[in-house]
T-cell receptor, first 115, second 112 residues
Framework: GAVVSQHPSWVICKSGTSVKIECRSLDFQATTMFWYRQFPKQSLMLMAT?????????EQGVEKDKFLINHASLTLSTLTVTSAHPEDSSFYIC???????????FGPGTRLTVL | SQQGEEDPQALSIQEGENATMNCSYK?????LQWYRQNSGRGLVHLIL?????REKHSGRLRVTLDTSKKSSSLLITASRAADTASYFC????????????FGKGTMLLVSP
């Protein structure tokens, strides 16, 4: 079946640094990928919709300059958390849309801890 | 393997009927969450039920949780065509960390 990977699976960084998270569809092409974040014991929150070859669509309240999304190819989308702060510590998960079946496949998530 | 597994994989019903989807999981959880996804769109959160809760309601939605059987069900009553979507359960493990794991989803088709 379709597989989505994320890298890294967890990262610890210092405040003020930038962190890049990759989301890859391993055996299918995904024109659309979604980025979510989740705080402990809370529900998932959609951050943005990443479209291959065009600008991402951000949800209200999500800072575009803070969370940079690049969907440069049909199998890769990246989320860069710029100038990370402790409040950015969260679980980030991506999903990729397999267009032919209109099915979503989720990555395993990336746990970000900002010290 | 996936922590959460939904069944059925697909469900087709008529408007007005009830739709029931099930989710099973393997390990202890902190909470279980249900999401809906319309075609080509991002997930929409429906209900979060904690491990110490057995049932929650939200409008036409009813979620049950049986931790002894490690299963949950989502019931949509009096379904409407607009309920047509994919429904996912996600489990947050009772591990002290934030780790949400999704099942493969149930595709629900509600015909007028």
């Amino acid at each position: 079946g379709a597989v989505v990977s994320q890298h890294p699976s967890w990262v610890i960084c210092k405040s003020g640094t930038s962190v890049k998270i990759e989301c890859r569809s391993l055996d299918f092409q995904a024109t659309t990928m979604f980025w979510y974040r989740q705080f402990p014991k809370q529900s998932l929150m959609l951050m943005a919709t990443s479209n291959e070859g065009s600008k991402a669509t951000y949800e209200q309240g999500v800072e575009k300059d803070k969370f940079l999304i690049n969907h440069a190819s049909l199998t890769l989308s990246t989320l860069t958390v710029t100038s990370a702060h402790p409040e950015d510590s969260s679980f980030y998960i991506c999903s990729a849309n397999l267009r032919i079946t209109d099915t979503q496949y989720f990555g395993p998530g990336t746990r970000l801890t900002v010290l | 393997s996936q922590q959460g597994e939904e069944d059925p994989q697909a469900l087709s019903i008529q408007e007005g009927e009830n739709a029931t989807m099930n989710c099973s999981y393997k390990t202890s959880i902190n909470n279980l969450q249900w999401y809906r996804q319309n075609s080509g769109r991002g997930l929409v959160h429906l209900i979060l039920i904690r491990s110490n809760e057995r049932e929650k309601h939200s409008g036409r939605l009813r979620v049950t949780l049986d931790t002894s059987k490690k299963s949950s069900s989502l019931l949509i009553t009096a379904s409407r065509a607009a309920d047509t979507a994919s429904y996912f359960c996600a489990t947050e493990l009772d591990s002290g960390y934030s780790t949400l794991t999704f099942g493969k989803g149930t595709m629900l088709l509600v015909s007028p």
